[in-house]
């Protein structure tokens, strides 16, 4: 079994001046295989040979987060985040032999109401410019092409538009 290594780091900071709230929160994670081993393989019978260093498939380097929203109205809140994630080598390829998925990032809108306390009523749209991304891969067999062949499968992101890209909830505090 292949040894593995992933370290990295998390900052945060958040703050509030006024009716005005803010945050930004950014991880990096190095997550490589840390020995030379052949690895079973769904697509290749012989296995994939990773060497000391390779990523591991699946997991970004970067995440980015940063968000604000102000207090319009008394205990009315409406705000807006970005969130942003590097690419990172799809399932199966643990040699990184085929191109990353590409980064993506997302803008949401969100609106609270907070009128007492344990109780906050909120609304938010995701991805409201639509952005178009993949959260991730793998390779595989496409048993459809003429030949079989291996290719690269992505899991597409974003907003399922048939809910408009909306979530609503009520939520009670402790």
Same mark, same amino acid.
């Given at each position: 079994?292949?040894?593995?290594?992933?370290?990295?780091?998390?900052?945060?900071?958040?703050?509030?001046?006024?009716?005005?709230?803010?945050?930004?929160?950014?991880?990096?994670?190095?997550?490589?295989?840390?020995?030379?081993?052949?690895?079973?393989?769904?697509?290749? &019978?012989?296995?994939?040979?990773?060497?000391?260093?390779?990523?591991?498939?699946?997991? &970004?380097?970067?995440?980015?987060?940063?968000? %604000?929203?102000?207090?319009?109205?008394?205990?009315?809140?409406?705000?807006?985040?970005?969130?942003?994630?590097? /690419?990172?080598?799809?399932?199966?390829?643990?040699?990184?032999?085929? &191109?990353?998925?590409?980064?993506?990032?997302?803008?949401?809108?969100?609106?609270?109401?907070?009128?007492?306390?344990?109780?906050?009523?909120?609304?938010?749209?995701?991805?409201?410019?639509?952005?178009?991304?993949?959260? %991730?891969?793998?390779?595989?067999?496409?048993?459809? %092409?003429?030949?079989?062949?291996?290719?690269?499968?992505?899991?597409? /992101? /974003?907003?399922?538009?048939?809910?408009?890209?909306?979530?609503?909830?009520?939520?009670? /505090?402790?």
């Amino acid at each position: 079994m292949a040894r593995t290594r992933r370290q990295g780091v998390e900052v945060g900071l958040q703050g509030r001046w006024t009716a005005f709230g803010y945050f930004v929160n950014y991880a990096y994670i190095d997550a490589t295989y840390q020995s030379n081993e052949t690895l079973a393989s769904v697509t290749d &019978p012989n296995g994939r040979r990773v060497q000391s260093g390779d990523h591991i498939p699946g997991i &970004p380097a970067h995440n980015l987060k940063v968000g %604000a929203e102000v207090e319009v109205l008394k205990d009315f809140f409406a705000g807006a985040n970005v969130i942003y994630t590097s /690419g990172s080598y799809l399932r199966g390829d643990d040699c990184n032999n085929q &191109p990353k998925l590409d980064g993506y990032a997302t803008l949401n809108l969100a609106v609270r109401y907070a009128p007492i306390k344990h109780l906050e009523l909120w609304d938010g749209s995701t991805n409201v410019t639509n952005a178009r991304y993949s959260t %991730a891969g793998a390779l595989n067999f496409n048993a459809f %092409a003429d030949p079989i062949a291996v290719r690269a499968i992505r899991r597409p /992101g /974003g907003t399922d538009r048939r809910l408009g890209g909306r979530q609503s909830a009520l939520l009670r /505090g402790i």
